[in-house]
């Protein structure tokens, strides 16, 4: 249910109801039940009153404090790994960025930048931080997706915004690390605050393949 939501097969705004999910899945609505629970405690989804459960709609003041949180933690966790990396995670993250440029889709391009960065939170060896900006990563990502099918520039700079992550990174710099990581946050906020503060209604955005 999670991969569903971040992937945006459900979307913000969608009702999630425990009887229609326990059906699909050919389960019992025990498990569905706890399953949705979970997604509630940890923001993915909220209660809605005879509605069962909806993929929330985020505020613009959500969105404020889910990227402060977001760009502290993920320089953190960059610069952990700066430190804990291996050559072989090293190795990794610099084919993931190979992979991202040869992207050639928003499906693409979005699925190998969330590679890339849960890379970074498994080399950052904290466990608990990992799971913390997975939750957060798992709250932005589904209004993050649909403002960038209206940024047509975006995907280029978050080529070079990983790319000096990952050099920091594969030159053991901690500084410069947390650096890129947090600006690379910053520049991604700016963008969806910018398609919100247009009047667009990033849930309504046509998905149109980017070319580079």
């Known amino acids: 249910m999670r991969d569903a939501i971040v992937s945006g097969e459900v979307t913000p705004g969608e009702p999630v109801f425990e009887s229609h999910l326990a059906e699909k899945l050919g389960m019992s609505r025990t498990p569905v039940r706890e399953a949705l629970s979970v997604l509630a405690r940890d923001g993915i989804l909220e209660i809605a009153p005879s509605r069962g459960y909806v993929v929330p709609q985020r505020s613009i003041d959500d969105l404020q404090e889910l990227f402060e949180l977001r760009e502290g933690l993920e320089g953190m966790a960059s610069r952990f790994a700066a430190l804990r990396a291996t050559d072989k995670e090293i190795r990794d993250l610099d084919q993931l960025c190979r992979r991202y440029d040869r992207a050639r889709d928003l499906e693409t391009s979005t699925r190998i930048g969330t590679e890339f960065h849960n890379k970074i939170y498994s080399a950052c060896r904290n466990r608990r931080l990992a799971a913390i900006l997975g939750s957060l990563k798992a ?11 209206s940024a047509r520039t975006r995907r280029d700079e978050a080529k070079r915004e990983h790319r000096a992550i990952m050099d920091a990174i594969r030159g053991r710099d901690p500084d410069a690390a947390e650096r890129e990581a947090r600006a690379h946050v910053r520049r991604s906020y700016r963008v969806l605050l910018d398609s919100y503060q247009s009047g667009l209604d990033p849930d309504l955005v046509t998905s149109n393949p980017v070319k580079d």
């Open 139 to 149: 709250q932005i990502v589904p209004t993050r997706r649909s403002a960038l099918r």
